[in-house]
């Protein structure tokens, strides 16, 4: 089974920095493009950034272009995400999945725990 294992989340001012990690299982991240999605209370999980299995290409939601940067670490099986210049509507439980790529969507249908990101002004 897929096993995605999201951290870094907290409590941040807004301007603020954070650095999530999402550590993978070797079949959940081996050739897939991995990416990050977010879920805000009372709103639908929508995607955040996605990064190509070699990590030669990025994509992120106009939200956050510029402030987030996506990377990955094959050998460790690790996707991070960098995010700066934190903003209050940033507010949401973030998540890792592999990403279909055509729709900015997650792949696996099951997600992990998420962490937490809390951003006040």
């Known amino acids: 089974q897929v096993q995605l294992v999201e951290s870094g989340g907290g409590l941040v001012q807004a301007g603020g920095s954070l650095r999530l990690s999402c550590a993978a299982s070797?079949?959940?991240?081996?050739?897939?493009?991995m990416g990050w999605f977010r879920q805000a209370p009372g709103k639908e999980r929508e995607f955040v950034a996605a990064?190509?299995?070699?990590?030669?290409?990025?994509y992120y939601a106009d939200s956050v272009k510029g402030r987030f940067t996506i990377s990955r670490d094959n050998a460790k099986n690790t996707v991070y995400l960098q995010m700066n210049s934190l903003k209050p509507e940033d507010t949401a439980v973030y998540y890792c999945?592999?990403?279909?790529?055509?729709?900015?969507?997650?792949?696996?249908?099951?997600w992990g725990q998420g962490t937490q990101v809390t951003v006040s002004s």
């Open positions: 999945n592999a990403v279909v790529l055509a729709t900015m969507s997650g792949f696996f249908g099951s």
């Open positions: 070797v079949r959940a991240f081996t050739r897939y493009a």
């Open positions: 990064i190509s299995w070699s990590g030669g290409s990025t």
